[in-house]
Nanobody
Framework: QVQVVESGGGLVQPGGSLRLSCAASGSIFSINAMGWYRQAPGKEREFVAV???????SYADSVKGRFTISRDNAKNTVYLQMNSLKPEDTAVYYC????????????WGQGTLVTVSS
């Protein structure tokens, strides 16, 4: 069984930065993809970024050039560095871990709230 815990959310002004962390524990051998999704008030959950073993990171167009995803394999932790934040980035951010070849294996974190406002 895999568990993931996010941290790092908070309140930041437009143009500011935040760094989110997500640590996975348990049966982590099944994981080959770690990423982030977000859900803004009144909107559906959307893809933000993902990093896959032996692959290059992928980003949603809305965050490309501003957000950077990285992973520390030794710590089973994925990070999301968010720069040049905009009010429309306000959302609950969820960590997602999965195996892209095993559709039934997917674990979500509890979410961490990011609020971008002046």
């Amino acid at each position: 069984q895999v568990q993931v815990v996010e941290s790092g959310g908070g309140l930041v002004q437009p143009g500011g930065s935040l760094r989110l962390s997500c640590a996975a524990s348990g049966s982590i051998f099944s994981i080959n993809a770690m990423g982030w999704y977000r859900q803004a008030p009144g909107k559906e959950r959307e893809f933000v970024a993902v990093t896959i073993t032996d692959g290059t990171p992928s980003y949603a167009d809305s965050v490309k050039g501003r957000f950077t995803i990285s992973r520390d394999n030794a710590k089973n932790t994925v990070y999301l560095q968010m720069n040049s934040l905009k009010p429309e980035d306000t959302a609950v951010y969820y960590c997602n871990v999965k195996n892209i070849y095993r559709p039934n294996f997917e674990v979500w974190g509890q979410g961490t709230l990011v609020t971008v406002s002046s």
